[in-house]
């Protein structure tokens, strides 16, 4: 019931494509999902999040759809360029929880 | 936002013996953890550093193999006892300013044990 089910693990895109990572959660507790960009060497940086009393967040490129009912949530990057081939993980946490759980984690390659 | 940094970035450890980690924050936060990240997988967190208690572990991670200590609100350390080949990974801190908000992380201390 704590687990976030992260898909696909990797992906590989032509630039200027709009990949697409998808989550899944159990825990309806859960009122916050952050999604975080990570490069080699580096640590997780936060890029985009949303809270469930909305459907959709647009940040630049990067956009959350979050479908509530289904416990599903999914990160859009639009006109994908070779700078966004990295690491991205989904994550969910509540506010009276103690930790975040993060999804598996999902392999960018956007191919020039 | 924080400024998170971590010393070293880097080291490489015999077997048998201890590796402590750094985190420093440069401003006050309510929330430090420490996760660890083995190559190309996800975190996994080994325990929230409270301030001015005992930390609060994972299942899996227990206090003699990775005692952590959190003296202020800017600062933490983790250290991993005992080393073994299993133990090399990336670890990482975070710090959080409240519940329910972003979290973010330092660099990351890559450890190899040999």
């Known amino acids: 019931q704590q687990q976030v089910k992260q898909s696909p693990q990797s992906l590989i895109v032509q630039k200027g494509g709009i990949p697409i990572i998808n989550c899944a959660y159990e825990?309806?507790?859960?009122?916050?999902f952050p999604w975080y960009q990570q490069f080699p060497g580096k640590g997780p940086a936060l890029l985009i999040a949303?809270?469930?009393?909305?459907s959709e967040k647009k940040e630049g490129r990067f956009t959350i759809s979050f479908n509530k009912s289904a416990k599903q949530f999914s990160l859009h990057i639009m006109d994908s360029q070779p700078g966004d081939s990295a690491t991205y993980f989904c994550?969910?946490?509540?506010?009276?929880?103690?930790?975040?759980?993060f999804g598996a984690g999902t392999r960018l390659f956007v191919k020039a | 936002s924080a400024v998170i940094s971590q010393k070293p970035s880097r080291d490489i450890c015999q077997r048998g013996t201890s590796l402590t980690i750094q985190c420093q924050v440069d401003?006050?936060?309510?929330?430090m953890f420490w996760y660890r990240q083995q190559p190309g997988q996800s975190l996994t967190l080994i325990a929230t550093?409270?301030?001015?208690?005992?930390?609060?572990?994972e299942s899996g991670f227990v206090i003699d193999k990775f005692p952590i200590s959190r003296p202020n609100l800017t600062f933490s350390t983790l250290t991993v006892s005992n080393l073994s080949p299993e133990d090399s990974s990336i670890y990482l801190c975070?710090?959080?300013f409240g519940r329910g908000y972003e979290q973010y992380f330092g660099p990351g201390t890559r450890l190899t044990v040999t």
């Open positions: 975070s710090v959080e």
């Open positions: 825990n309806t507790a859960f009122d916050y």
């Open positions: 949303i809270r469930p009393d909305v």
């Open positions: 994550a969910a946490s509540d506010t009276g929880g103690f930790k975040t759980i």
């Open positions: 401003s006050q936060v309510t929330m």
């Open positions: 550093a409270n301030q001015g208690s005992e930390a609060t572990y």
